[in-house]
Nanobody
């Protein structure tokens, strides 16, 4: 059973930075993908970013391109989301999710779609950006 634990959320002023961590355990042998999602009050959940473990291929939503960077430490089974130039609209609960194992040829974007219905999810961490 895959278990995910997020950390690193908090309160930051607009323009500031935060780094979220997602520590995974129970991952199957082979390729996997870990994605970041967020949900603000009254809004639908949004896929933010995703990384594929085998080659580091990434996906970013347009809303965060150029500001957020996803990376992974495969040895530690931990994925990070570096968030810079934070805006008030980035305020949300951030969740990480995983698909393990990941079939050959599945892109990070496709993996995020699969995670929605079949992924393992963390408990979420609150990010609040004050303007």
């Amino acid at each position: 059973e895959v278990q995910l634990v997020e950390s690193g959320g908090g309160l930051v002023q607009a323009g500031g930075s935060l780094r979220l961590s997602c520590a995974a355990s129970g991952l199957a042998f082979g390729d996997y993908a870990i994605g970041w999602f967020r949900q603000a009050p009254g809004k639908e959940r949004e896929g933010v970013s995703c990384i594929r473990s085998s080659d580091g291929t990434t996906y970013y939503a347009d809303s965060v391109k150029g500001r957020f960077t996803v990376s992974s430490d495969n040895a530690e089974k931990t994925v990070y989301l570096q968030m810079n130039s934070l805006e008030a609209d980035d305020t949300a609960v951030y969740y990480c999710a995983a698909i393990s194992p990941l079939l050959v040829g599945i892109s990070p974007y496709q993996a995020m779609g699969i995670m929605t219905d079949f992924g393992s999810w963390g408990q979420g961490t609150q990010v609040t950006v004050s303007s």
